[in-house]
């Protein structure tokens, strides 16, 4: 259980005011646009920036209190870190940087085992080489590595693939989900990209300007309406699902949403009864008062009209609920000839979905 | 190949001066790391006047630096009396030689490892920090480790100084054959003495060859030392 509360001007103008509380999930993602404050409240969690004023506890024990002027160093939290650039120490190989931390650790407190943190990161062919010699994503697994093997009480990822190109994003989220499942190591995962945090946490606390706008459960942040997602980037609607039929004929998978039926190509190493997060932006769902025929689009779920908001001048975001919350974006003018207006049946008609976590 | 080998004189001022520049990096380099990461890393008051004390010796005349050191060594002096009552006398003996040139090579030394600290990335130092290590953990497991090539440059070149070493030499502890006779006072010795002309440039051929040499090898450490931490 981590109780942040954080207050801090800076020099610059910029004021952070911030306080929330995690605990129940596994990973809590802080979130929100560059500049919101975000590496500075993970900075202060680690110890490596002390706030004017406010109070961190970890699992009951102070990190830090102004009131009392304690202030305890980052070697002495047991917080692990892994920084936007890696950080490897140059002069150490592989395994001399992976063994920097861990041997610094009493020997009691050491929870995770290195042979287990090498095989799951997938690092042993490297243990001999020099950080310089590393490829990005190479780097950047030694990195969580080094950092897990101190096993911390809390990991702290400030950004952990903003250096990294797409392809190497790929590579890496599924290493961060198997330290996630496997390590059971809590983590706060700082990010400004909704697909990260979406696949990796189950909560999260949105940020803006220096302050906290919302916090909770992933699924209910994501999906708490226009002011928050429109902060998202892509506006879109999360939703739980499970696997229904992992092999439903032609390629595709079937994927059950409270009662209702999804298709999805197929997935890769799905189980029957397996749950899975999805994505579905707003802007790839189109509405219709009447079960349409001759159509394309595969998925066309039966859907209530909870809200409509004004988006824009010319488009409005209209809530649907098809046993979970979803968001379309469609033209205001739409809006109007369909009469839209909450408590109408509709049907959602899905054009894509993105599959964000296999959990 | 007579001209090879050495003369007593010369085998006597090599031998001293050789053991006068060990001694003057051996005792300065704790005091010129301190310094150095002090100025490099710290913020604190006085700051600007450690730097000011530091490099004084490379602008005050060397004649200057040694008077000040008699003063402080003498047997009746500030120093020279704490000294004596433990036993060590240095004014006038090799060891006041050593003082001197510690003194006048220090600011070459910390310029050198300041420098080379500055240039390790703080990041790193912060990461160090977040697993598990104290600032003096960081320090000797991280920041000396990267600077080290600057650190051996600052040695090669307070030692180099050291051997040149001569005003600050001469008025402090004279010009004693085989205690404070070193290679720079003994040319000095020989250029005042009529027909020693050929004595003299043997002498200058041998320092040139001596500090020529450090520089040649810690050019090599320093690349050598450099590969290793690219790859």
Redesign the interface.
């Known amino acids: 259980m981590l109780d942040t509360r954080i207050e801090h001007s800076f020099p610059s103008g910029f004021r952070i005011d911030a306080a929330f509380r995690t605990g129940a999930g596994r990973v809590t993602a802080l979130f929100g646009p560059s500049g919101a404050g975000k590496s500075s409240i993970a900075n202060a969690i ?3 920036f002390a706030p004017a004023n406010g109070k961190i506890t970890l699992d009951g024990e102070t990190l830090f209190d102004s009131a009392s002027a304690r202030n305890l ?3 002495r939290r ?4 892994v ?1 936007q ?1 890696a ?1 490897l ?3 150490l190989t592989v395994a001399g940087n992976l063994d ?2 861990m041997k ?2 009493r020997a009691n407190l050491r929870r995770v085992a290195r042979d287990q943190v090498i095989e799951l990161l997938a690092i042993g062919p490297l243990m001999g080489r ?1 950080p ?2 590393l490829s990005g994503g190479e780097k950047s697994r030694v990195a969580f590595g ?2 897990v093997l ?1 096993s911390p009480r809390l990991l702290v990822l400030d950004e952990p693939l903003a250096s990294l190109d797409a392809g190497r994003k790929a590579e890496i989220l599924p290493f961060i989900e198997r330290m996630r499942d496997e390590l059971a190591i809590p983590m706060i995962y700082v990010s400004h990209a909704v697909e990260e945090i979406v696949r990796l946490a189950d909560e999260v606390v949105v940020l803006d300007a220096g302050r906290v706008l919302r916090a909770g459960p992933t699924v209910e942040i994501l999906n708490a309406g226009a002011i928050v997602h429109a902060d998202m980037g892509d506006p879109g609607s999360v939703i739980e699902a499970e696997i229904a039929r992992a092999d439903a004929g032609d390629g595709l998978t079937a994927l059950s949403v409270n009662g209702g039926t999804l298709f999805v190509p197929h997935l890769q190493g799905a189980r029957d009864g397996a749950a899975v997060r999805l994505r579905i932006r707003a802007r790839d769902v189109a509405i219709a008062r009447e079960r349409p025929k001759g159509l394309s689009i595969l998925n066309v779920m039966p859907a209530r009209v909870r809200a409509v908001e004004d988006a824009s001048a010319a488009q409005a975001d209209v809530m649907l609920d098809i046993g979970a919350p979803l968001w379309a974006r469609i033209t205001r003018r739409s809006a109007r000839e369909l009469a839209l207006a909450p408590g109408a049946e509709v049907y959602a008609l899905i054009k894509s979905v993105a599959i964000d976590r296999g959990a | 190949m007579d001209f090879l080998a050495l003369t007593p004189l010369e085998i006597e001022a090599l031998n001293l001066s050789l053991r006068v520049a060990a001694w003057c990096v051996a005792i300065s380099l704790p005091f010129g790391i301190a310094c150095a990461w002090a100025l490099a890393r710290l913020d604190f008051p006085g700051k600007s006047i450690l730097d000011g004390i530091v490099h004084l010796p490379l602008v005050l005349p060397p004649v200057v630096v040694g008077y000040a050191l008699l003063i402080l060594f003498a047997r009746d002096g500030a120093l020279g009396r704490v000294l004596a009552s433990l036993g060590v006398e240095i004014a006038f003996t090799w060891k006041g030689a050593v003082v001197a040139s510690a003194v006048m090579a220090f600011p070459l030394m910390v310029r050198a490892i300041r420098l080379s600290i500055e240039a390790v ?1 703080p ?2 130092e ?9 600032r003096m ?1 960081v320090l000797f ?2 920041t000396l ?2 600077a080290w090539p600057g650190i051996l440059t600052g040695m090669v070149l307070a030692f180099a100084r050291s051997l040149g070493e001569f005003g600050a030499t001469i008025t402090f502890v004279s010009n004693i054959p085989g205690e404070t006779r070193t290679l720079p006072l003994a040319l000095f010795g020989l250029t005042q003495a009529p027909g020693s002309e050929a004595a003299a440039l043997r002498l200058v051929i041998i320092s040139t060859i001596l500090a020529f040499s450090a520089l040649i090898a810690s050019e090599i450490l320093a690349a050598r030392i450099r590969k ?4």
Do not use: N, Q
């Open positions: 680690a110890g490596l160093p980052p070697e047991r917080i692990g870190y920084f650039d950080r120490f140059p002069h920097y931390g610094r650790t020099r310089a010699s080094r950092a101190t | 990335d990041g790193l912060v990461a160090a920090r977040t697993l598990g290590a104290g953990g497991s991280i480790p990267l290793r931490l690219a790859h």
